[in-house]
Every structure is written in structure tokens, then in C-alpha cells.
């Protein structure tokens, strides 16, 4: 597996892991998005470091600050370097597969919070 797919992969974990913390503090605790600045502050770092790995794998010379782009602004940035550095075809497929795997863990997200929304109902 090349390492920008397992950074890609962390990306996805990391939003179950928050979705496991912050569901099982919204239902039991009353506290709501306990993970927020800190996920944040993580996908921030995967983006950055998905970006230049995926560069380095592809062989893009002039990276620049794409990779900071994206940690920042990932809806922005993300597409920047797709369109960028991979032109229209290529970039599209790329994002294509970012929205995939956006959706993928929004899916999942969505899944653990109604899982716990059903399991402290029923208490």
C-alpha cells in the first residue's frame, strides 16, 4: 500500500475515532464536539502530509505550498492540487476518489452517531 493511500486511510479512522468520542460524550455526558479543534488540527496535518507524499509517489517536482494549502483550506486546497499539478482529467479522477473517501467517513460518522443515539435511547 502506498503511503499516501495509508495516510488516506488515517484520515478516514481519524473521523471514526471522533465520531466514537464525541457520540459517546454527547449521549452520556451532555457535552457536545468534545474532539473538534483537536480533529481538526489533525486533519490538517494528514492533508499535509497526504499531499506531499501523493507528490513525491507522482513524481511532482514543484510541490511549493500546495501541501500547506491543503492542510489550511482542504476544500480549497485539495482541489487546487488536483487541477494544478494533474490537469482537468487527471485532477478530476483525484478528486473524485477524495470525494469518495469523504463520503465513505461521513457515512460511517453518520452510522456511529445513530448507533449511539439508539443505544442511550434505550436506556
Given at each position: 500500500m502506498k503511503s499516501s493511500h495509508k495516510i488516506a486511510l488515517a484520515l478516514i479512522i481519524s473521523f471514526l475515532v471522533s465520531a466514537v468520542i464525541d457520540s459517546y460524550?454527547?449521549?452520556?455526558?451532555?457535552?457536545?464536539?468534545?474532539t473538534y479543534f483537536l480533529h481538526i488540527a489533525i486533519i490538517g496535518?494528514?492533508?499535509?502530509?497526504?499531499?506531499?507524499?501523493h507528490a513525491k509517489e507522482n513524481n511532482i517536482k514543484d510541490a511549493g505550498g500546495k501541501p500547506l494549502f491543503c492542510a489550511l483550506l482542504g476544500g480549497v486546497g485539495v482541489p487546487y492540487y488536483a487541477y494544478k499539478c494533474y490537469g482537468f482529467k487527471r485532477g478530476s479522477i483525484l478528486l473524485g476518489k477524495a470525494f469518495a473517501a469523504l463520503l465513505l467517513a461521513l457515512v460511517l460518522v453518520t452510522g456511529i452517531d445513530i448507533l449511539f443515539e439508539m443505544s442511550y435511547a434505550a436506556r
Amino acid at each position: 500500500m502506498k503511503s499516501s493511500h495509508k495516510i488516506a486511510l488515517a484520515l478516514i479512522i481519524s473521523f471514526l475515532v471522533s465520531a466514537v468520542i464525541d457520540s459517546y460524550f454527547l449521549y452520556s455526558r451532555n457535552m457536545v464536539d468534545v474532539t473538534y479543534f483537536l480533529h481538526i488540527a489533525i486533519i490538517g496535518v494528514l492533508l499535509f502530509m497526504w499531499c506531499r507524499a501523493h507528490a513525491k509517489e507522482n513524481n511532482i517536482k514543484d510541490a511549493g505550498g500546495k501541501p500547506l494549502f491543503c492542510a489550511l483550506l482542504g476544500g480549497v486546497g485539495v482541489p487546487y492540487y488536483a487541477y494544478k499539478c494533474y490537469g482537468f482529467k487527471r485532477g478530476s479522477i483525484l478528486l473524485g476518489k477524495a470525494f469518495a473517501a469523504l463520503l465513505l467517513a461521513l457515512v460511517l460518522v453518520t452510522g456511529i452517531d445513530i448507533l449511539f443515539e439508539m443505544s442511550y435511547a434505550a436506556r
